[in-house]
């Protein structure tokens, strides 16, 4: 079966051999699957195999040591060889761990599966019950079970089973919860299937993994837990014999023969160690959220890959210059160009506004700026950022850190999560004053108070013990921009710092950027997707699209007479206050995506004005006017209708 | 702060009476006859039922249920046959030897298991950590009674650099260096699982927590690296992590019974066992009782560290 799929087209596979093609590219998985496959192949095989009878006493025989007389892993107290022994006691031992892991999964799953789908009060009688077997140390409940019942293999398994019933009732139920509140489900109950019809047919198929992983990452412990049990006494009894029972019997005579205890206990943690590897590979293609590759660690700036170093032609009073900056993220052998070539540059006390549609590159630009891009997956491959006289690009690691919340400081867009939770707002401001003023913590505080006082907020002294949580949204973007001005940057980067905030608190932020800006003659690259705050703070705008500016000029000629059909289209979105029978369009189609770029204008697919040369290549962003540009060879004049 | 610790000590409360419930039941669940349990198969027909009554057994559960609590609240645990003397004194005295060997290996699997969280973490792809998450996933893997004789060959019988068995020496013992000395070998060996799981948490925490915005956000402030690491990230990690400790306060506490056995130290672990197999059910009753009790404990102290760190649970 799995040759036929194989041979299928890409994308035409189904789900199954998909998976297991994934679990055997880890090669780890691959190693477990082997050497369980053969420990497995060998305990089943053990009748046939030309092995001497375990039991067998051989008393002349006793205690040989491995490879000598005929025995490969030498005899036990009693004459019995080990081989064999071992052969065997590795068959009861993976029967035993393997019927506990069902019985545990059987149970378990079955009453997460109840819980979660019923919910209410029996949801909270079977976890009760559940809580309360967990709140036993796990082997300790074991012990309590075996004491009970009595010492053997059997009681051993239940109670093995039993305590970790809990733990497949946990998992499950979580998971059965959100699917039973799922539609398909009230489809289901509505169709008048019963209760029972619809959580085996509905909902187990979607809990299925789970149990899958669940049982895949408990089984090495079962196995280890009744081997546990076996070793002190509490399981198999003798003439029986698990791999436990044989580690125990081996640990009376380790100073004289240590083999007979070392060798089982080998095996043990060979079968556990390959059943681990295995369920972790299971795991990662299973609930590939788990996987740990998928999780990379973004470091501390993105990395910088340029092919030249561009020659930076400097723009008269720009403190900030952006020159030819090229973005890129490498996902997956695709290469997303997020920004392909973008020139900017700020001056003293100037706003600078970037505008464009969500996945249009602003936000990347920004970010590339002071290297807070994640890498990986992104990186700079071109371009130069000039603070003054430093290409930022070409900067120690050690000097932006110097120049990051100094010279350049950012806003970002949640301050929810853009604060650290677990840090009052005083730690945290008086955090980002230390990183750059040799100040006392308490001159430090004393100046986080007056920072929050600059942004209005009322009892600034008061406040610096609040945690973000316990801030309203508006009082925390302040504190953000209160955290950006404490050390006097030239350049504050604003990266949709008002999307989150409802309008009146919009407005307020917006008032308080710009005064701020005038009063301190900080320059502001303000990013946004909405034109209307463009309108109330930027100076110039720059309208980007796929990565390129697609429109640049001064705010005021921008929103009286857009060049570019683009702009036209995103100005239009603004409701205006008073003009109620205004047609708000939305911007038929969707932005091209990064890694497919077409060679002319990556508009035209969107754009009413199309013309068959727009599609011909590469079109340069003309400056047509001092001070305004457009990428654009059939730009809107002003006046001229354009739909 | 202190409200919220009592209330949490509150809320244990059911839980520990739930506990004493689990355990009666299951006492009360032995097949067959305790008393021809206790006294053996020859028992005479006239001294089982004596005993029975002794014992209490002739009334209702509930009844019985009852009774058996209020003894234990006046302390009483019952009479431990074998070792003739009270259980509670007998489970008392083991209880702290457990306590010396399943705290320290706590301490142990948290310092450990957490730095190499994070090392693996930060360092992630590197063949640093590559080699962490291999040799933790050894740690998970191996069976510790069978580590434990392993590192008795090695360090005990080949190297002698440490003691094989014991809490002090027989001769001349019993001060601190001495303990330490027949502490290390079971300590560490009972550590090794729980630092596994520790690593692990918290190299993916870390990993989690990294991604976030406030990390970025601590960074675009000019933050060094290392705070980054060790305050801002470490912080958030730590608490997903602590509750996690809590756990394996469990697991530790009952991993003991293993290498109590393998190194003969004398804590509950060791008595439960000889208890079960010589039947001693009151012992082995109060035994579980303290331990779950102190796992309990354990939990909650884990619960009200994760709250004295992340103030949005206050």
Redesign the interface.
Known sequence: MAEVVATQPAGRRSGRPDSLRLLLNNSLATAGLIVFGLIVLVALAAPLLPLPDPDMTEPANRLIRPFEAGHLLGTDALGRDILSRLVWGTRVSLAVGLSATLIAAFFGSLIGLVAGYAGGRVDTLLMRGIDMVMAFPYILLALAIVAVLGPGLLNALYAIAVVNIPFFARNIRGISLGVSRREFVDAARLSGKSHTQILFVEVLPNVLPVIIITMSTTIGWMILETAGLSFLGLGAQPPQADLGSMLGDGRKILFTAPHVSIVPGLMIFALVMSINLLGDGVRDVLDPRLKSGALTRPVARTAVMREKQPAAAAIEGAVLDVRGLRTEFHIGGEVYKAVGGVDLHVGRGECLGIVGESGSGKSVTAMSIMGLVPTPPGRIVGGAAMLGDEDLFAASDERIRQLRGAAVSHVFQDPLSTLHPLFTVGDQLVEAIQAHQPLSKSDASAKAADLLKMVRIPNPAERLNAYPHELSGGMRQRVCIAMALANDAQIIIADEPTTALDVTVQAQVLALLDTLRRERDTGILFITHDFGVVSAICDRVAVMYAGKFVETGSTDEILSSPAHPYTAKLIDCVPVLGQPERRLDAIAGRPPVVNRLPVGCAFAERCPRVEADCRAGPIPLMEFRPGRAARCIHPLIAGEPYV | MTAYIAKRLLAAIP?IF??TI??FL??A???GDPATAILGSYATPENVEKLNRDLGLDKPLLQQYVIWLTNLTHGDFGRSYTMNRPVLDEVLERFSATLILAGTSLVLCSIVGLLAGIVS??R??SWVDKSI?FVV??G????S??LG??L??VFA?NLQWFPASGMYAIYGGGDLPDLLHHLFLPALTLAVVATGVIARLT??A???V?????I??????????N??IYR?AF??AL?TVIPVIGIQ???V???A??IE??FQWPGIGSM??K???TRD?LL?QGG?LV??TA??LF?LAADVAQTL????LR
């Open positions: 839980v739930g506990l689990i355990v299951i006492m669940m032995i097949p973490a930060v992630q792809f998450t996933l050894i998970i893997s191996v069976p009674f069978w004789l392993l008795i060959l019988v190299r993916t870390m990993l989690e990294l991604r976030q915005d406030y970025r956000t601590a960074r675009a402030k000019g933050v060094t690296e705070r980054v801002h912080k958030s608490v306060a469990g697991f506490l009952g991993g019974v293993y056995t393998v439960l066992v208890a079960i197999s059910l082995v579980v331990v779950a796992y309990v939990n760190l992340d103030p949005r």
